[in-house]
T-cell receptor, first 115, second 115 residues
Framework: AQSVTQLGSHVSVSEGALVLLRCNYSSSVPPYLFWYVQYPNQGLQLLLKYTSAATLVKGINGFEAEFKKSETSFHLTKPSAHMSDAAEYFCAVTLSGAGSYQLTFGKGTKLSVIP | DTGVSQDPRHKITKRGQNVTFRCDPI?????LYWYRQTLGQGPEFLTY????????KSRLLSDRFSAERPKGSFSTLEIQRTEQGDSAMYLC?????????????FGDGTRLSIL
């Protein structure tokens, strides 16, 4: 079975400060990992994905994430927060085998950006 | 790319009524997924189609729920005899059909409120 844990349901940062959102996964086989962002009353928008090609993955809007197998982590970072980054962020995992394509999501981290 | 389209955006109904939601995926995507998202949680997988075939169903999909994708294009999700606990955002996603790890693209969802 696969699972995702996002540490911190709510994170606040000042505008211009580093953003760090944590994600740890549990998987018995090599995973595919994703970060999505959700703005109020909207669906989820893909930020970036890890599919084993490179451990450091760059996404849209200046976000990146690093896959660390030894730590089973896939934390999301952005060097300098912008007001428009305020949203809810979800980490998700799917397995590389077994013919199942469903995504398993974490509970999300709500990011607030303080001016 | 017109994106994934869901209709209606909001649905308010009385307990015990039947409701039906529609999802139009991105045109070249042959995989289609339904998820349910309750307040403060990440999306939870409900079911998945490859073309017109429904290949996977979650235990969350009780016998009051039925999903179809008759011609491998749009999909409908019907809930019969709605209950208070069905109040949630219902999200549809689609992806390309080659291999694992294809990113899923989400619509803006249908928010269901049961009175």
């Amino acid at each position: 079975a696969q699972s995702v844990t996002q540490l911190g349901s709510h994170v606040s940062v000042s505008e211009g400060a580093l953003v760090l959102l944590r994600c740890n996964y549990s998987s018995s086989v090599p995973p595919y990992l994703f970060w999505y962002v959700q703005y109020p009353n909207q669906g989820l928008q893909l930020l970036l994905k890890y599919t084993s090609a490179a451990t450091l993955v760059k996404g849209i809007n200046g976000f990146e994430a690093e896959f660390k197998k030894s730590e089973t982590s896939f934390h999301l970072t952005k060097p300098s927060a912008h007001m428009s980054d305020a949203a809810e962020y979800f980490c998700a995992v799917t397995l590389s085998g077994a013919g199942s394509y469903q995504l398993t999501f974490g509970k999300g981290t709500k990011l607030s950006v303080i001016p | 790319d017109t994106g994934v389209s869901q209709d209606p955006r909001h649905k308010i109904t009385k307990r015990g009524q039947n409701v039906t939601f529609r999802c139009d995926p991105i045109s070249e995507h042959n995989r289609l997924y339904w998820y349910r998202q309750t307040l403060g949680q990440g999306p939870e997988f409900l079911t998945y189609f490859q073309n017109e075939a429904q290949l996977e169903k979650s235990r969350l999909l009780s016998d009051r729920f039925s999903a179809e994708r008759p011609k491998g294009s749009f999909s409908t999700l019907e809930i019969q005899r709605t209950e208070q606990g069905d109040s949630a955002m219902y999200l549809c996603a689609s992806s390309l059909g080659q291999g694992v790890g294809q990113p899923q693209h989400f619509g803006d969802g249908t928010r269901l409120s049961i009175l």
